[in-house]
């Protein structure tokens, strides 16, 4: 296959996507988008594939809404404008070239043109920005959460927190896997030695900081629908709920630095019984980094320095 070519699974996946695109345009109209509508579209894909095109599988209410945005309002409206605009100059120089307008028009002035090429842009953004805001305004309020994890950007890695009250009381460092000497099965530059681990269809709260000494991170889950910068000395948060089981990966999102490219984020999400087991094994595997953090405590970068 060609660098660039789409591959057959990836074209077929286009086709399924636009038509579940079609299908549920109604469905947006009420704001919430039913998860059987992707259902059928590369079921568990946690990462992206060669040759995809298009948004990554979601597996949140708000990566959902994210991916319809996109597909179903954003993309058709700019296929539309884009058309249109070529439509015009096709038609300008068919028709007004030399030979066939040998004398032009002096008009400078047509109000009514001129109100029209101002409103309907307007309009066109104005109809963007009312289910935009919406969708933002979503992914910034942070709901009602069952469980609150702490992200912490490093120089170049990730470490994630699991605090006290919630069982935990530890944490540990997410590497990325040595490339020479990758598993089988493994992701290349995309799988970490510690997967941060969380339980399917729960609330989960994200306090995202970076390291005190340390420089500016972004943390991406794409299939999540969550992006937030990692500031040192700056407590941000972000929410998920993950609605099936898997791995999902994501990339450090922010030009961090020489390893930028090999801090990715590795999330996988598990049965709560499942959860509630390796809490268990975690809380013995990580013992030597027990930390007495409980949620919402920011104070932890500048303590250990
Ligand atoms: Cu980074």
Known sequence: MRPGQIGAHAQHTIVARGAACLAKGAAFASGLIP???????????????????????????????????????????IVVISLFVLALLLYVVYRFNETSNPTPSRTTHHTGLE?????????????????????????????????TLKVSGKQWYWTYTYSKDQNGGFEFDSNLLDQTKLPAGKLRLLDVDNEAVVPVGKVIRLQITADAVGVIH??????????????????????????REGVYYGQCSKLCGKDHAFMPIAFRVVS?????TWLNEAKGKFASSAVSVTVADASIPAQRQ
Do not use: C
């Not at 998860?35 to 894909?45: D, H, K, L, S």
């Not at 794409?222 to 407590?235: I, K, N, S, T």
């Open 115 to 147: 109100v029209a090429w101002t409103a309907v842009p307007l309009m066109i953004l104005v109809i963007i920005a009312i289910p935009s805001f919406r969708l933002l305004t979503r992914q910034i309020t942070v709901p009602e959460s069952d469980m």
């Open 218 to 243: 972004s943390f991406t889950i794409p299939a999540f629908g969550v992006r937030m910068d990692a500031v040192p000395g700056r407590l941000n948060e972000s929410w998920f709920k993950a609605e």
């Open 272 to 276: 709560e019984e499942a959860y509630k």
């Open 35 to 77: 998860a059987a509508a992707f259902a059928q579209v590369t079921e568990g894909m946690s990462h992206s594939a060669p040759g995809q095109i298009g948004m990554m599988q979601p597996v949140t209410p708000i990566a959902r809404e994210m991916t319809f945005f996109h597909d179903v309002i954003l993309l058709p409206i």
